[in-house]
């Protein structure tokens, strides 16, 4: 439940026309004035310069009755001060983004950037927009290991995103150990949809779990997975460091195993993408963000409370201590 900002009303708005009265009153209290009595009380400060404590006392309790007036119409008009709340049912997706950090990642086709740095990129505007959900990270090369787990500090989960690099694991492309590690991150999760979104450039040739059996774990754990594959069609520039003529450019074919990620995502009832550019990257992270909504269900109500009671309490006080000091200490002479 989410309070928000009260709000305050009039429950009877129509009583609030008897402050047009306001103006008739003064005018005949200004017509009386002649008929008040030649001495006020039984005390010469009245004709002293700066009045006494009394003529002070008179001329504030004078305001008291305009005062318990308007509490009192104020109080009529049923004036009322409302708490906002609003109950938020969220059906969070619990979701896994694995990305390839192998070398041939390195491959300068989505230019000016790398495959990785691209990856990376889109893979952080996508997740930005999924308030509500819990996505952890899985980075994979020869061997998968959990950079994020599931969580929802988007500004943690943005860091983790943009310090992948290369190197961090011995080079290769351990496709199905990806899948094992970010199924059992969402092995346990109760949420009502589990999803995996794998991104690489090659085919499956490290580790000790095959892609299609991670595939079937998935599966039966009812964890859809979408795969991306990565890559120009044909050949993509590789950059070569050279220790004597600097940096230069290979040729380097794509690899991208299509038929395998086809089958893991057809396998748990998600899809294949296949990404030429960064515009279309950027596309297919946006369709799989539709494709994967997070339900949210809201309902907004306003608890009000009555202010008359006490704008009444207070209109009664000023009323009373006028008779009070009118029957006591401010008594006129007849």
């Known amino acids: 439940m989410n309070l928000l900002p009260g709000d305050f009303r009039f429950a009877e708005p129509l009583f609030l026309l008897l402050f047009l009265l306001i103006p008739v009153l003064v005018v005949f209290r200004w017509w009386r004035r002649g008929a008040q009595p030649t001495v006020l009380w039984a005390d010469a400060g009245r004709w002293i310069d700066g009045g006494s404590w009394r003529t002070v006392a008179d001329r504030l309790l004078g305001f008291l009755p305009w005062l318990a007036f308007v509490l009192l119409v104020t109080a009529m008009a049923r004036p009322q001060s409302g708490t906002r709340e609003m109950d938020i049912k969220s059906e969070g997706i619990d979701m896994i983004v694995v990305i390839d950090g192998s070398g041939s990642m390195r491959a300068e086709d989505f230019q000016p950037n790398n495959r990785l740095f691209v ?12 308030d509500g959900d819990r996505i952890g990270v899985v980075v ?3 061997e998968a290991f959990t950079q994020c787990p599931l969580t929802l500090d988007q500004g943690v989960l943005q860091d983790l995103i943009q310090s992948i690099d290369f190197g961090i694991e011995p080079d290769g492309t351990a496709i199905g150990s990806a899948i094992a590690t970010a199924v059992n991150r969402l092995r346990e999760s109760e949420a009502k949809s589990k999803v995996i979104v794998l991104l ?3 085919r499956n040739n490290s580790g000790a779990v095959d892609p299609i059996t991670a595939a079937d774990a998935a599966a039966a754990l009812g964890i859809k997975i979408y795969t991306i594959g990565v890559g120009v069609q044909g050949e ?5 460091d050279d220790p004597l003529f600097g940096r230069r450019y290979v040729r380097v074919p794509s690899d991208v195993d299509d038929a395998t990620l086809t089958t893991i995502a057809e396998k748990t009832g998600g899809l294949y993408f296949r990404a030429t550019s960064t515009g279309a990257l950027t596309e297919i992270y946006a369709r799989i963000d539709r494709l994967e909504k997070t ?4 309902r907004e109500y306003i608890d009000y409370a009555d202010l008359g009671p006490q704008l009444l309490a207070w209109a009664s006080g000023f009323l009373a201590l006028l008779i009070l000091g009118r029957a006591t200490f401010l008594s006129r002479l007849p």
């Open 119 to 130: 990856a990376k990129q889109v893979a952080g505007q996508f997740v930005e927009g999924r």
């Open 140 to 142: 994979f090369a020869g």
């Open 200 to 202: 690489t450039d090659g």
């Open 236 to 240: 993509a520039p590789y950059p070569v």
């Open 295 to 298: 339900t949210v269900e809201s």
